[in-house]
């Protein structure tokens, strides 16, 4: 298979289609509920998706975001019936593909990594991500139908975006910066069955996942 890598340090577009700082309040997936023998999930806003990450012998992270499309998700469902057969809903409409294009968009910043919440972790050090080390990060999207992924072919970044996090203690100097980075990548989805996820796998410079994560429908 051809691994197609995108670097996503780099300096970002100066277009900005939405903002990411929206992203914690996006709606997303609803809790199934069931409904006569059937599990109805809704997708009003989109499909939300948040996974960790961590570098190997580095800083751990949380990435949130979320796939749109301008009208399309508004009032679609997913229906799941005791026979197995599931079915995407719009009203009495069928939708079987995703939109001509959808809009990946996702933010991720440092968090604590696991050990420091075990047993005498109060002495773990704490990593900070740095820009160095995102410049380094690759960026990989992949259509994944079973068990195949496929490369996403034509995506353009339509945002990206670096801001400084406020410290903890803010009473405390000389503490590392600490950093959020943003981004929001057009990804042609044109005759994709909504059974198909996006994934989304972050790798480091000697080709190890740092993070993956689906949004699927």
Not at 65 to 73: H, I, L, Q, W
Not at 130 to 137: A, F, N, P, Y
Request: glycine content about 8%; hydrophobic content about 40%; charged content about 25%.
């Amino acid at each position: 298979m051809h691994w197609r890598f995108r670097t996503i340090g780099s300096a970002g577009l100066a277009i900005a289609l939405l903002c990411p700082s929206s992203l914690p309040q996006a709606a997303g997936t609803t809790r199934p509920k069931t409904v006569h023998g059937k599990t109805v999930w809704n997708y009003d806003g989109g499909i939300d998706l948040v996974t960790d990450g961590s570098i190997p012998g580095g800083p751990c992270f949380r990435i949130n975001g979320r796939v749109t499309a301008p009208e399309f998700f508004a009032g679609l469902k997913r229906i799941d019936f005791e026979n197995a057969d599931t079915v995407f809903r719009r009203g009495e409409e069928d939708v079987k593909e995703y939109p001509d294009e959808v809009l990946l968009e996702f933010y991720f910043q440092d968090q604590l990594c696991p050990a420091a919440y075990e047993p005498g972790g109060g002495n773990v050090p704490r990593t900070y991500l740095t820009r160095e080390i995102v410049s380094k990060l690759r960026l990989n999207l992949f259509w994944k139908h079973g068990i195949d992924l496929r490369p996403v072919a034509n995506v353009k970044q339509q945002y990206f975006d670096v801001k400084a996090l406020r410290p903890y203690a803010a009473d405390v100097t000389d503490l590392p910066e600490r950093l959020q980075w943003s981004y929001v990548f057009a990804v042609r989805s044109a005759g994709v069955p909504l059974t198909d996820s996006l994934v989304l796998v972050m790798r480091t410079e000697d080709d190890r996942i740092a993070a993956r994560v689906a949004a699927r429908m």
